[in-house]
């Protein structure tokens, strides 16, 4: 069984351009989140996707958005890139029936010059 | 808010050292507590989790009883191995409709 897979594993950019990172989730889960782990940093929550549905927000600018697609997958968008959103992104899956386990990618490193 | 707190790190043990790794949260409720792990190179994984007050979780000769009384969740292993190195986050979950909170993460790394 394949778990959850995201790309691109590495993202250069430059400030002011935008990023679109994406995530394929476990087969058979509906839900995902994205999580901004910055260097020193513990993870900071950005985004929780069910069912197609945006179910929660971090405390993060209107900037970063995404949205999850019919098959479950997902992106995450961040525009007008700024220096500090040099970071690297997670994204974790979890079946969305109750069940409280969530099943990480290796995230993308995010780096913004 | 919700919100976790861990003892900073990095901690350095010798192996088969005995290991406490103090988490402590903030929560309205009665969260759901877990314990991931991040070894090197890898993703965060579920090491062990516990749903109610009393509840002991065991994964891998690790240990953590959920302690509603001082809101704790301390991660405990008797004897570790230098592979147990990795970065330990406690995290909790109010209930369904939250998001995890993710505490900021303690670095252990265990010398030979």
């Known amino acids: 069984e394949a778990g959850v897979t995201q790309s691109p594993t590495h993202l250069i950019k430059t400030r002011g351009q935008q990023a679109t990172l994406r995530c394929s989730p476990i087969s058979g889960h509906t839900s995902v989140y994205w999580y901004q782990q910055a260097l020193g940093l513990g993870l900071q929550f950005l985004l929780w996707?069910?069912?197609?549905?945006?179910?929660n927000r971090g405390n993060f600018p209107p900037r970063f958005s995404g949205r999850q697609f019919p098959n479950y997958s997902s992106e995450l968008n961040v525009n007008a890139l700024e220096l500090e959103d040099s970071a690297l992104y997670l994204c974790a899956s979890s079946p969305g029936d109750g069940d409280e386990k969530l099943f990480f990618g290796s995230g993308t490193q995010l780096s913004v010059l | 808010g919700d919100s976790v707190t861990q003892m900073e790190g990095p901690v350095t043990l010798s192996e088969e050292a005995f290991l406490t790794i103090n988490c402590t949260y903030t929560?309205?409720?009665?969260?759901?507590l877990f314990w991931y792990v991040q070894y090197p190179g890898e993703g965060l994984q579920l090491l062990l989790k516990?749903?109610?007050?009393?509840d002991k979780g065991s994964n891998k000769g690790f240990e953590a009883t959920y302690r509603k009384e001082t809101t704790s969740f301390h991660l405990e292993k008797g004897s570790v191995q230098v592979s147990d190195s990795a970065v330990y986050f406690c995290?909790?979950?109010?209930?369904?409709?939250?998001?995890?909170?993710f505490g900021p993460g303690t670095r252990l790394s265990v010398l030979p």
């Open positions: 995290a909790l979950r109010e209930n369904y409709g939250q998001n995890f909170v």
């Open positions: 516990a749903t109610k007050a009393d």
């Open positions: 929560a309205t409720g009665y969260p759901s």
């Open positions: 996707y069910d069912e197609g549905e945006e179910r």
